[in-house]
Nanobody, 125 residues
Framework: QVQVKESGGGSVQTGGSLNLTCVHS?????????MAWFRQAPGKEREGVAG???????EYGDSVKGRFTVSRDIAKNMLFLQMNNLKPTDTAMYYC??????????????????WGPGTQVTVSS
């Protein structure tokens, strides 16, 4: 079973920055596939934030374009999310998702097989 783990969440004020990191255990010959960040606020549906495929193509959710930057180190099975100019509406649990069979970094949660437990991001006004 592939393990996924996020780190780097925390609390910041509006306009601040945070960096999230995700790492997954080896796929045992599969992949590298796609990795992505999703988030879920209380009472809301899970939302795609940003993703990277094995070719380096990136996708961003509309609400974070221009503020968040996603990157990936395929050799180390790692995904990163640099979040700048944070807003209270960015407050959510952030989840890392990975799937060795995806060719595109689509921001559709049901397509990813492996998920981390999440890391909380809280932005205060």
């Amino acid at each position: 079973q592939v393990q996924v783990k996020e780190s780097g969440g925390g609390s910041v004020q509006t306009g601040g920055s945070l960096n999230l990191t995700c790492v997954h255990s080896p796929y045992d010959g599969r992949g590298p596939g796609a990795m992505a960040w999703f988030r879920q606020a209380p009472g809301k549906e899970r939302e795609g934030v940003a993703g990277v495929d094995s070719y380096g193509n990136v996708e961003y959710g509309d609400s974070v374009k221009g503020r968040f930057t996603v990157s990936r180190d395929i050799a180390k099975n790692m995904l990163f999310l640099q979040m700048n100019n944070l807003k209270p509406t960015d407050t959510a649990m952030y989840y890392c998702a990975a799937d060795p069979a995806l060719f595109r970094a689509v921001l559709v949660a049901r397509l990813y097989d492996y998920w981390g437990p999440g890391t909380q991001v809280t932005v205060s006004s």
